[in-house]
T-cell receptor, first 113, second 113 residues
Framework: NAGVTQTPKFQVLKTGQSMTLQCAQD?????MSWYRQDPGMGLRLIHY???????DQGEVPNGYNVSRSTTEDFPLRLLSAAPSQTSVYFC????????????FGEGSRLTVL | SQQGEEDPQALSIQEGENATMNCSYK?????LQWYRQNSGRGLVHLIL???NEREKHSGRLRVTLDTSKKSSSLLITASRAADTASYFC?????????????WGLGTSLAVNP
């Protein structure tokens, strides 16, 4: 049982480049989300989805796009990377119900030069 | 903005000792969660306590919730070197459900052999 899988684990980009962080889960979770984690800032929600075809903004959505075409996948797109987007990104999912634990991927460390 | 704030920011203890960390939050909540993050890894759910619960146990973990003081504590008894990690509390956002969790900055725990 793989859980939540994120790729790539590490990525270096130049300012202005675009890329997609991939997230896949095999637990049939309806809810998926993306966070960024920065020193001194904690975890901040970027975007989330409560099911295929449904996405919504979190606390820090600017500069990021998401889509949810399947239950399993929730990619995060950076259209034009900026140094301020240097961070560790985590994908997390959870099952149905308003409460319940989040299952996290292992993270993707992104550096934008 | 941070809902949960943990203290202390860092804690260093000897193996076998107990570790207590605290989380304070600002608004009314219906549940509070604690997570652990080992260095370079994703977060792992430890325990969820609901607003109608005052105390909850899971193995060597004991969580208390005082809604009148808007605070929670996580106690790890008989600590082990493997407990070395950062610990975060998370509370529901203004929506009241766990779609938009708000995270504290974490307590970094070092358990020395």
């Amino acid at each position: 049982n793989a859980g939540v899988t994120q790729t790539p684990k590490f990525q270096v980009l130049k300012t202005g480049q675009s890329m997609t962080l991939q997230c896949a889960q095999d637990m049939n979770h309806e809810y998926m989300s993306w966070y960024r984690q920065d020193p001194g800032m904690g975890l901040r929600l970027i975007h989330y989805s409560v099911g295929a075809g449904i996405t919504d903004q979190g606390e820090v959505p600017n500069g990021y796009n998401v889509s949810r075409s399947t239950t399993e996948d929730f990619p995060l797109r950076l259209l034009s990377a900026a140094p301020s987007q240097t961070s560790v990104y985590f994908c997390a999912s959870k099952g149905q119900g308003q409460t319940g634990e989040l299952f996290f991927g292992e993270g993707s460390r992104l550096t934008v030069l | 903005s941070q809902q949960g704030e943990e203290d202390p920011q860092a804690l260093s203890i000897q193996e076998g000792e107990n570790a207590t960390m605290n989380c304070s939050y600002k608004t009314s909540i219906n549940n509070l969660q604690w997570y652990r993050q080992n260095s370079g890894r994703g977060l792992v759910h430890l325990i969820l306590i609901r607003s109608n619960e005052r105390e909850k146990h899971s193995g060597r973990l004991r969580v208390t919730l005082d809604t009148s003081k808007k605070s929670s504590s996580l106690l790890i008894t008989a600590s082990r070197a493997a407990d070395t990690a950062s610990y975060f509390c998370a509370t529901p956002g203004l929506s009241g459900n766990n779609r938009k969790l708000i995270w504290g900055l974490g307590t970094s725990l070092a358990v020395n052999p």
